[in-house]
């Protein structure tokens, strides 16, 4: 009988195990689908945006901001998100207290909550701003609103 229970025992750990790896698959699977954010200052993205035609987005985030964090591990990664943005957009993602253009985007768009989402052209100019958490729906709307 309790050779029995341990069988049992180790193949529900081994189903529970391969459960687990194939969720985490998954997960990994749909990062390369979500935002691509380029890893540049805002003048390049501005020089980027002159040349491709496109407006900037950017995610003015902090590091400890619970929103923020649950933006860029959900509707940041959504596959329709990425599609429009990717294809519309040079993405930025600022941390506005420790990247190099934090301080100044914070001045220069007068942000006070996070995250707080923006869209400007290339010669810097608001074209619009969103505060707080978007879902994924949220996101694609916003996103249109501009184009």
């Keep these: ?45 501005k020089k980027e945006a002159v040349k491709t035609g496109k407006l900037i987005f950017i995610d003015a985030h902090t590091s400890w901001c619970g929103p923020c964090k649950k933006m860029a591990a959900t509707s940041f990664m959504d596959a329709k998100v990425g599609e429009l943005f990717n294809d519309n957009f040079v993405n930025l993602k600022i941390d506005c207290e420790k990247d190099a253009d934090g301080a100044e985007i914070s001045r220069l768009y007068k942000i006070s909550a996070y995250p707080t989402l923006l869209f400007i052209d290339a010669k810097g100019k608001l074209v619009k701003q969103s505060i707080g958490f978007k879902t994924e729906d949220q996101l694609v709307a916003l996103g249109n609103s501009v184009l």
């Design 1 to 45: 009988m309790k050779r029995i229970a341990l069988i049992a025992a180790i193949g529900f750990v081994a189903m529970a195990f391969v459960t687990s790896t194939s969720k985490k698959s998954s997960i990994t699977g749909s990062e390369g689908s979500g935002i691509k954010f380029s890893h540049m200052t805002l003048e390049a993205a």
